[in-house]
C-alpha cells in the first residue's frame, strides 16, 4: 500500500477539548532528556514546542551547565540540573543515582523525549540509555531525536520491538540507522523507495514508529505509512528537529489520555495507529510553522520564530 495523507477529521480525535472539565496536567505532561553545557537551545526548543502544542507541563532533565541557561530561556518549563557529564560527575554519583533521581520524576510524565542537546558523552549517553529501558517499564511513550538517535545507532536493542518508540531521524542519521539494521539502500531520491526502506527500518527495529523527515516526511510503523508533504520553510536552520520532537510528544501525551478516557470520544483511533498519528500532526503543525515564519522573516528566519507560529500552524491544521 503506498504512503497515504491519513484523514485529519479522524486524526483531530486525539485532540482533547478546551473544557473547565480538566485539570492541570490531564492535557499532557513531557518530559525531555537532553541538555549539555554546550547544547542548550535544543531541549527548550523540544520543551517549549510541546507546550505552545497544547500540553499543560514540561520537565527537561539536563546538567548543571545547560540548567540555569535554560531557566533563563523561559519561566514555563521545570528544569531539573540532574544530569552530568564524565568530566563535571562527582566522585560519589554514580550513573545509577541519577538515573534514581530523573526517574523519581517519571510518575509525573506521559512522554519522555530523548535526545535534544544530550551529547555523545560517556555518561550522558549510558544515562539516557537507562532512562530509555526506565520509561519502556512503565510503558511510556517515548521520541528519540538527534544525539539519543546516536545512541540508538550503537545499542538498537534499546528500542527494539517497543511500539510506543518514535524515532525522527533526518537524512544522515536515516542512512546511519539504515547501515546499522542491514537496511539496504538503492536510490534515496526515488519516492516510493523512501516509502519501502522507512518500512523495512520500522520493521527491523521491531514496530517502533519512523518519522523520516526530508522535502517529504514519511511516517510509518512498519505496517501502514502516511506522509506529510505540506510546504515548509525554505531555510534549514537547526533547531527545527527539536520542535519536531516536541510536538510530537504533545500529540502522543494527547493520546495516552485518549487511551485513558480523560474526555468523552467515539474511540475510533486505534491504539496502534497513536504513533502514526502523533508523527504526522506534529509534522503538519511544525512544517506549517517554518512556512510562516519563512515568509514573514526570509532569509533571517531562526528557530525561534517557528515558535511564534505554532499557534497559527496547529489552527490550520485543525481547520485545514
Known amino acids: 500500500m503506498p504512503a497515504r495523507i491519513p484523514d485529519l477529521s479522524k486524526v483531530r480525535q486525539i485532540v482533547p477539548p478546551l473544557t473547565h472539565k480538566l485539570h492541570k496536567g490531564q492535557a499532557g505532561r513531557v518530559g525531555v532528556v537532553g541538555g549539555s553545557e554546550d547544547y542548550t537551545g535544543a531541549p527548550y526548543f523540544s520543551g517549549i514546542a510541546s507546550m505552545k502544542v497544547g500540553v499543560d507541563l514540561c520537565h527537561i532533565f539536563c546538567e548543571p551547565g545547560a540548567g540555569t541557561v535554560i531557566k533563563s530561556y523561559s519561566p514555563d518549563l521545570i528544569v531539573h540540573p540532574y544530569l552530568r557529564t564524565k568530566e563535571k560527575k562527582e566522585a560519589d554519583l554514580s550513573t545509577e543515582k541519577i538515573v534514581e533521581r530523573v526517574t523519581s520524576v517519571f510518575s509525573r510524565l506521559h512522554v519522555l523525549v530523548v535526545g535534544p542537546g544530550l551529547s555523545r558523552d560517556e555518561v550522558m549517553q549510558d544515562t539516557a540509555k537507562e532512562l530509555i529501558q526506565k520509561a519502556r517499564e512503565q510503558d511510556m511513550a517515548i521520541v528519540i531525536d538527534a544525539d539519543g538517535l546516536y545512541l540508538v545507532q550503537q545499542h538498537p536493542e534499546t528500542v527494539r520491538g517497543y511500539k510506543k518508540a518514535v524515532l525522527t531521524p533526518n537524512v544522515v542519521e536515516f542512512k546511519?540507522?539504515?547501515?546499522?539494521?542491514?537496511?539496504?539502500?538503492?536510490?534515496?531520491?526515488?519516492?516510493?523507495?523512501?516509502?519501502?526502506?522507512?518500512?523495512?527500518?520500522?520493521?527491523?527495529?521491531?514496530?517502533?514508529?519512523?518519522?523520516?523527515?526530508?522535502?517529504?516526511?514519511?511516517?510509518?510503523?512498519?505496517?501502514?505509512?502516511?506522509?506529510?508533504?505540506?510546504?515548509?520553510?525554505?531555510?534549514?536552520?537547526?533547531?527545527?528537529?527539536?520542535?519536531?520532537?516536541?510536538?510530537?510528544?504533545?500529540?502522543?501525551?494527547?493520546?495516552?489520555?485518549?487511551?485513558?478516557?480523560?474526555?468523552?470520544?467515539?474511540?475510533?483511533?486505534?491504539?496502534?495507529?497513536?504513533?502514526?498519528?502523533?508523527?504526522?500532526?506534529?509534522?503538519?503543525?511544525?512544517?506549517?510553522?517554518?512556512?510562516?515564519?519563512?515568509?514573514?522573516?526570509?532569509?533571517?528566519?531562526?528557530?525561534?520564530?517557528?515558535?511564534?507560529?505554532?499557534?497559527a500552524s496547529y489552527d490550520q491544521f485543525m481547520k485545514h
Open 176 to 311: 546511519r540507522l539504515c547501515e546499522k539494521m542491514n537496511v539496504q539502500m538503492k536510490d534515496e531520491n526515488d519516492e516510493k523507495e523512501q516509502e519501502e526502506i522507512a518500512k523495512q527500518l520500522s520493521q527491523a527495529l521491531g514496530g517502533v514508529t519512523i518519522v523520516q523527515k526530508g522535502t517529504v516526511d514519511y511516517i510509518t510503523n512498519g505496517d501502514d505509512v502516511l506522509k506529510c508533504d505540506v510546504d515548509g520553510g525554505l531555510k534549514r536552520m537547526g533547531g527545527q528537529g527539536d520542535i519536531l520532537s516536541g510536538a510530537i510528544a504533545a500529540f502522543l501525551a494527547w493520546g495516552k489520555a485518549y487511551e485513558n478516557d480523560v474526555w468523552e470520544h467515539s474511540n475510533e483511533i486505534d491504539s496502534k495507529d497513536i504513533g502514526l498519528y502523533a508523527g504526522y500532526s506534529a509534522s503538519h503543525i511544525t512544517r506549517t510553522s517554518s512556512r510562516l515564519a519563512f515568509q514573514k522573516y526570509g532569509r533571517s528566519v531562526l528557530t525561534s520564530h517557528m515558535l511564534e507560529e505554532i499557534g
